[in-house]
Structures are given as C-alpha cells and as structure tokens.
C-alpha cells in the first residue's frame, strides 16, 4: 500500500488557491496566538537555555525571538518553538492530540525568512501541516498518546516536515522523502511533562522538520514508504491499535481539517487536560458569584485518559503546577480568571491559593461509567452556606464548538506580550499580524520579535500584572464565563 506516497502526493499537489477564506482567517488566528506565545515564553527558563545553545553555532539567517541575533533556520526554529510551548498556553487539535502550531509556526516562519518567502505561502504550508498532523492522529491516537508518546514530538514533526516540503514546493518524491526522514527523528515521552524537557520537545520537533525538509530538498532520500508495514511509524509506535489508514486518505483536505475540526486555542497557560473542568468551576463563578474563600472543599471527574497528562500529588513548583488541576481551579476562581503570573515562582506560593488547591480533589470516571458513555469533566462545589454546586462541561472553551470572543483573544494577547515587546515594535507587529496573508515577505512579520528577553522564572508577568494594577485585571472580563 503506497501510503506515504499518497500522501506525499496530496502535500506536493495542494492547491494553496483551494483554501477558503475560512481556513486562511483561522490559520492567520492561530500564527497571531502562537506570536504571542513565543513572545510570552522567549524570557522561561528552557527557552533561554535553547538560545544559550544555538548562539555559537551561527549568527544569520532567521531571527530568534527574544534575541537581537539571528541564527540559522534549523536553530531559530528551534528557539522559537521551544518559546512557544514554554508556558503550555500555545493550541492543541483534536485527533492528532498535539499543539500543532508550536511545532508548525516557528518551523515554517524560520523557513520562510531565510529563503524570503511570503506568508501567504507561509499560511498555506500550515494548512498541509495541520492536515497530516489530523490525518496521521486519526491513525494512531489516542493508543499512541496513552503509550506514553507526546505527540507533538512525533505526530506534531511528521506533520512539520509535510508543511516545510510543502513551503519549499517540493515535488511529490521530495516531500515523501522529507515525510520519510522525519520518522527517523520522532521522539519524545510524556514522562518529560513537568519538566525543562517537555517545551524543547517542540523545540526539537520544529528543528527536524526543517532538516528533514531541507535535507531531502538536498536530494537525501529515504524508505518510501515509512507509514505502513512491520517497521512502519503506525504499527511501530502505535503497537496494533492502529486503525486503518486509507479511509483518512479519502477524505483528505475535502474540507481541510482546519475547517471542519479547528483548534482549541487555550483561555488557560497550563495543560489542556484540565481545561474542560476549569470550564466548569469558571461556569459556576460566572453564574451564582461565590468567591473563593466561599469555597469548603469541591471535587473534579476527568475522564482517564486526560488525567494521564496530569498529577495527582500536589505540584512542587510552577512548572508542575501547569499540570495541577487543583492548583489552577484555585487560581482560577481566586481572580475569576487564569493569567500567566499565575504560574511564577512568586504566583505559586501565594498561600491563599495553595491553601484553597488543598480543598480541591481531582478524581477519574471509572471504566464502568466510561463505558456507560460518561464524559466530559463534572465539578461539585460545596461553599460554606451549605449550598451545593455542580456542573458538567463537555465543550472546551476555545474550540470550534465554544470559541473565544475577541474579546477573549485581545486579553490574551495583551497577556503574554504587552510589556514583554517595546511599545514601538508590539504597534509593529499587531499591524503586521493584521495583514499578514498580504505580507510579502516573512521577514516583515518577524523584524518587530527582535527583542532581548530578560531571563527569570515568570517574575515578567508579575511586575507587569503589578505595573497594569490588580483592580484593573480583576475588573477585566472573567476569561472562564
């Protein structure tokens, strides 16, 4: 079964002008949310030590956000996504069960500014990421995921190379190839998640991408056929719970999954695993108005699957605390809303908040209710007048079924890049990203990200929470209503 090369062959013959305005608005939303997640985690730890790394090794080529040196496309790519996956607020996708514009953007935008590219081209190779990334997820989650594999770092990478084959216009045996040497570098364990380790998974996925793409522009090839067969990447890192591949192929870009999946862009900088209970316990605030230290103690039922990615025990520090459940409920309802000052060192100790994570219990639907069709995630609050609170989300805020509001987009924007960007280059590139299907050249998107970003472990958010004033962020609308 010529798999790869089917796919290969939709990749290299997709028709950029066969996107609809729909699918290019969304692309442009999620380059414009992914900005501002390498602006907002250029200055974490992990990603300053990624900078730290590639600074020796060139210093031309395409720009490393929250650097004023350039570095050449492989390194600034993966700089930049190892930035963009830093603080967990970048997207995710159904399916494929990755944050697919981490891996993709930062990719594709250092690509494009070495080679001088246009980033209408760049949109449309986004397009054909995304697309394998869905296609490939279709295929191997969500047993691969549940095998201990993040996804982003293998799924997320193959899909990556497709979008750089395609930015390249590679022909159809060039974009197999670059298809094909990916697989040769897929990797990455979720027993990384919580650590420095979890954000250069994407960092390092970005990187191959560009490699395996350039590589077989170079002429390099490779198995043609890497997907299917006994050593194949279906049945090799999915075990036998892959399901058949040529169904997905008919279906292929007829829409774009794009359209008729999106992406759940995040309202929370912490994993996505918990967003739907978050929904929930923010749902309940919205509506009946309790304040936190209302609050006697409240329960949260995940489905097992998504608990995989959290902790059970209580976080040691803000890096765990984006995988903690009941320390971001408790900051949550603390200030009606989650910011990324909530997961600072200095964020993490408030002893308000853990005091309140402690009343908080997270818990798993069992197999039997599983099986009985129960999902979603279910909140039980009990606040100190006896009253009893439940609520059960199962539309995630942020996705194509529950989208944010503009509203919703500007704050978090404003979030994680005002302040961080001088006043002069942050005006640049809002105009930028406003047109940037029209922008000819990629370099122009990108001129406004050099910036030195200063190196800590969230402290930026809060002196800029501080400087904007509490009562005005408390008095902003509450991102989980």
Not at 184 to 194: L, N, Y
Not at 307 to 317: Q, T
Not at 396 to 425: I, N
Request: proline share 5%.
């Amino acid at each position: 079964m010529a798999t790869t090369a089917e796919l290969a062959g939709w990749a290299a013959g997709w028709n950029a002008e066969l996107a609809s305005p729909l699918a290019r608005q969304r692309a442009a939303d999620a380059l414009e949310d992914t900005i501002a997640c390498m602006v907002a985690g250029a200055g974490d730890v992990a990603a300053g030590k990624a900078r730290k790394l590639i600074a020796d090794w060139s210093n031309s080529g395409a720009t490393v956000v929250g650097s004023e040196r350039q570095a050449a496309a492989p390194f600034a790519a993966f700089s930049n996504a190892t930035s963009a996956h830093a603080l967990d607020y970048d997207d995710t996708v159904g399916h494929a069960l990755t944050h697919p514009s981490a891996v993709l953007f930062p990719a594709l935008l250092a690509l494009a500014e070495d080679r001088n590219l246009s980033c209408r081209s760049l949109l449309s190779a986004w397009i054909v990421g995304l697309e394998i990334q869905v296609a490939l997820g279709q295929a191997v989650n969500r047993k691969h995921y549940d095998k201990g594999w993040h996804a982003t770092s293998t799924v997320g990478l193959i899909g990556a190379a497709g979008a750089c084959a395609r930015l390249l216009d590679l022909d159809p045996e060039q974009t197999a190839a670059a298809l094909s040497l990916a697989t040769s570098m897929t990797s990455g364990s979720k027993g990384q998640f919580g650590t420095m380790a979890k954000p250069l998974h994407a960092g390092l996925a970005a990187k191959a991408a560009v490699f395996a793409a350039t590589l077989a522009a170079e002429g390099v090839t490779a198995n043609p056929e890497p997907l299917d067969g006994e050593y194949g990447f279906l049945k090799l890192y999915c075990g036998d719970g892959w399901r058949p591949f040529a169904p997905i192929l008919e279906k292929l870009g007829s829409p774009p999954a794009i359209e008729w999946l999106g992406l759940d862009t995040k309202p929370y900088p912490c994993c996505s695993s918990m967003h739907l209970a978050l929904d929930a316990f923010g749902d309940l605030q919205a509506e009946h108005g309790f304040r936190a230290a209302d609050i006697v103690e409240a329960t949260a039922t995940i489905a097992r699957g998504p608990s995989l990615a959290l902790i059970s025990r209580p976080p040691r520090d803000e890096v765990e605390a984006r995988f903690s459940l009941p320390y971001a409920a408790a900051a949550l309802v603390s200030a009606t809303r989650l910011r990324v000052s909530d997961f600072t060192a200095a964020g993490f100790r408030r002893d308000d908040i853990q005091a309140l994570a402690s009343r908080i219990q997270m818990k798993i639907w069992t197999e039997q209710q599983e099986a009985e069709g129960q999902s979603g995630s279910e909140v039980l609050i009990t606040l100190r007048n006896g009253q009893r609170l439940s609520k059960l989300s199962t539309m995630v805020r942020g996705s194509l079924s529950r989208p944010l509001t503009a509203a919703d987009r500007e704050a978090k924007f404003e979030d994680c890049v005002r302040g961080l960007l001088p006043d002069d280059h942050y005006t640049s590139l809002r105009k930028a990203l406003a047109s940037a299907d029209n922008l000819s050249t990629a370099r122009q998107l990108m001129a406004p990200l050099r910036f030195t970003a200063t190196i800590d472990s969230g402290e930026r958010f809060l002196r800029e929470a501080t400087d904007r004033g509490s009562a005005t962020a408390n008095s902003q609308p509450a991102m989980a209503g």
